[in-house]
Nanobody, 123 residues
Framework: QVQLVESGGGLVQAGGSLRLSCAAS????????LGWFRQAPGKEREFVAA????????SYADSVKGRFTISRDNAKNPVYLQMNSLKPADTAVYYC????????????????WGQGTQVTVSS
């Protein structure tokens, strides 16, 4: 069982930056691909970014490409989502998810989820 805890959300002005962290409780992420998803009010949850278990490969949604960076250091626990040039459209609850094996942009491929952290971008 993998328990995930997100942190780093908050309120920021448009154009600002935030860094989200996802930590595994009681274990490391070794062997797990990690993904970030988000859900805005009244909308379905959508893919944001994912990284392979080694950290050598990553994938991004077109809407965040060039602004967000997912990273991990398997020697340490957290996986990070660096979010720059934030827009009001980025306002959502952000979720971290984990799965063994290959990373995916489909939420249905992930077995473990965190509780989410709120990101609010004001205009």
């Amino acid at each position: 069982q993998v328990q995930l805890v997100e942190s780093g959300g908050g309120l920021v002005q448009a154009g600002g930056s935030l860094r989200l962290s996802c930590a595994a409780s009681g274990r490391t992420f070794s062997g797990y691909a990690l993904g970030w998803f988000r859900q805005a009010p009244g909308k379905e949850r959508e893919f944001v970014a994912a990284v392979s278990w080694s950290g050598g490969n990553a994938s991004y949604a077109d809407s965040v490409k060039g602004r967000f960076t997912i990273s991990r250091d398997n020697a340490k626990n957290p996986v990070y989502l660096q979010m720059n040039s934030l827009k009001p459209a980025d306002t959502a609850v952000y979720y971290c998810a984990a799965r063994m094996g290959i990373y995916s942009d489909s939420e249905y491929m992930y077995n473990y989820w965190g509780q989410g952290t709120q990101v609010t971008v004001s205009s």
